[in-house]
């Protein structure tokens, strides 16, 4: 590391951002708000930091992210389990602000992610109506819930909550889909994506704005992007059962409920699945290798710009 090299790490909370710069080891405070995120964005351009970690935090983090990309510096947002553990390794068992600040400009130090650029407006967008659509079914099936034990005095505005809920759910879907059809590359990539049985379009919204990479990596890292890739579990003489770790979860729940939808229509997943049944696999570990293959298959479908074709098999 260049002995000029400043790195700078930034603990996000709803109303205040803590600052710290390594190896000066400093910290200050400024309001999370325009004018605090500008005063921020000021003094860093000053800094002129190698890095600027952020950790996800529910999104609070994604306006502070945008300002400081647009004035040119170079911002990552981590996992907060990956720093977390960074910050246990060095034995900070200590948590404030100031120390998590801190902590996060050493983690880019050591680990030097790479930058890696917000999205786009058009894709927050299309995410926030995913993550609104998702609210929605959250709160449809909590009251479901309450409606099977529900007395006999409250059942009618637990029904009528029902019945907004789901008419929310149906504006919002055909919001959605407005919005993709109103993007020409996503209009397209949403057809090819389509064009699989088993892939609906809240299968292939989700991929479109949670998974950008879609089409642009390989068969295992894309795999290993969504969760669906099985690591090793070996150690010494043990041989321990591979398993899946970590990856986008959400992407990895609506991936889930599109290959069941797959072993049931789609002929190429539903004769894989088989095969595995047949050969003495659990269904769990059935299933999740037809997702992977699913997804596997999907990708390249992106990548080469080609509808579902049955007799084609999945490629790197």
């Not at 790490?9 to 004018?35: I, M, Y």
């Not at 609104?132 to 006999?152: D, G, I, P, T, Y």
């Not at 064009?195 to 919204?205: D, E, H, I, Y």
């Amino acid at each position: 590391m260049s002995s000029s090299e400043v790195f700078v790490g930034v603990d996000v909370s709803k109303s205040e951002l803590e600052v710290g710069v390594h190896p000066q080891t400093r910290t200050w405070k400024v309001a999370n708000n325009d004018t605090g995120i500008t005063e921020l964005a000021m003094k860093l351009m000053e800094l002129q930091p190698r890095l600027v970690i952020m950790e996800a935090t529910g999104g609070l983090e994604r306006p502070v992210q945008v300002v400081l990309e647009e004035a040119g510096l170079p911002v990552r947002v981590v996992n907060p389990r990956q720093s977390r553990d960074f910050a246990k390794a060095l034995g900070l068992l200590a948590k404030t602000d100031a120390i998590d600040a801190l902590m996060l400009a050493r983690y880019g130090e050591s680990v030097k992610p790479e930058p890696r650029p917000s999205k786009d407006k058009e894709t927050r967008e299309l995410e926030a109506l995913l993550v609104r659509r998702r609210q929605l079914v959250h709160m449809l099936v909590a009251e479901k819930n309450r409606l099977s034990c529900a007395v006999k005095s409250i059942r009618p505005s637990i029904e009528a909550n029902i019945a907004w809920l789901k008419k929310c759910l149906k504006e919002i879907e055909k919001e959605t889909n407005r919005f993709i059809k109103n993007m020409p590359v996503w209009r397209e990539k949403d057809k090819i994506i389509r064009s699989a049985p088993g892939a609906g379009p809240v299968l292939s919204s989700t991929l479109l704005a949670l998974l950008p990479e879609l089409g642009k990596l390989n068969r295992r890292q894309i795999a290993a992007l969504v969760g669906v890739a099985p690591f090793n579990r070996d150690s010494g003489t043990l041989r321990g059962r591979r398993c899946i770790w970590g990856g986008r979860a959400w992407v990895r729940r609506i991936l889930y409920m599109g290959t069941i939808a797959a072993i049931r229509w789609n002929p190429l997943i539903r004769a894989f699945y088989q095969r595995l049944i047949g050969a003495g696999k659990q269904k769990k570990v059935a299933i999740t290798a037809c997702m992977r293959k699913f997804l596997t298959a999907l990708n390249t479908m992106v990548r080469d710009q080609t509808m579902w074709n049955p007799l084609a098999s999945p490629s790197a």
